[in-house]
């Protein structure tokens, strides 16, 4: 088991509090511990099964161990992190059928949430959306999976946040954020799903911007979901694979 763990016991003395800030940022340094981990997480450097040690990540993170201990407590809460008595709190792997629901639901609802917004998308967004597009395509190069995660969220925004169907729209904000709870940041696992996805955005902006009728564009959206969906069950069935030929 890889050792990167967190015994969630002790309190360091020096601590007066969760509530400490980061100087300059406002921001507090749990949040900022939460982030730091979290992003660590989705890049794979704490993989499924690790267990995350307060004093080891504090002293990464160069700060006390009470505002890691306050990230873990987050990240369990959002069952990214599990706690056993005995063994502390480690990291929890994606369930591929949990993902796998989550991915289809989110593709039917954003297909459609995309289609119903893209007569109202005007070129200044759709030129938006290209330039998120661009610096995505920038990182296939050196491939940083947490940040391409980021844009592919943004570049999607830009696309079903403008119509008026409220109830629509908050699905679609469920999907994404269940998918933060599993912390799907699908491309570290997928890497190579990475070049066709910034391909498939093209598409996307093409039809939008010739004004092609709602069936292809939501098609299009929802094709689009659904091949990262099966990219990523097709990295699972082929570990699961290799894992069953390697105990033979």
Request: charged residues 25%; proline residues 3%; glycine residues 6%.
């Amino acid at each position: 088991m890889t050792t990167i763990t967190a015994d969630t016991a002790g309190r360091d003395p020096g601590d007066r509090g969760t509530g400490d800030q980061d100087a300059g940022t406002g921001s507090s340094k749990a949040d900022l511990a939460y982030q730091r981990i979290l992003s660590g997480i989705n890049a794979g450097r704490y993989a499924p099964g690790a267990r995350l040690v307060l004093a080891q990540l504090a002293a990464e993170l160069e700060m006390s161990v009470v505002p890691v201990r306050e990230a873990i407590r987050r990240l369990q809460s959002e069952s990214v992190v599990a706690y056993t008595r005995n063994v502390g709190a480690t990291v929890i792997g994606i369930d591929p059928e949990i993902y796998h629901d989550t991915m289809e639901t989110l593709a039917l609802v954003e297909g459609y949430s995309t289609a119903l917004c893209a007569p109202l998308i005007t070129p200044e967004e759709i030129e938006r959306a290209r330039a998120i597009n661009e610096r995505m395509r920038g990182l296939l190069a050196d491939f940083n999976a947490v940040e391409f995660t980021r844009l592919n969220k943004e570049f999607h925004s830009v696309l079903f946040e403008h119509h008026q169907n409220s109830h629509i729209l908050d699905l679609v904000h469920r999907g994404w954020a269940r998918l933060a709870a599993l912390r799907s940041s699908t491309f570290a696992y997928v890497p190579h799903r990475a070049d066709r996805s910034v391909a498939e955005h093209d598409h996307l902006l093409d039809l939008i911007a010739a004004g092609a009728e709602f069936g292809a564009v939501e098609q299009a959206a929802r094709h689009h979901r659904l091949n990262t969906l099966n990219a990523y069950l097709d990295h699972v069935a082929a570990s699961s694979g290799d894992a069953d030929s390697s105990s033979v």
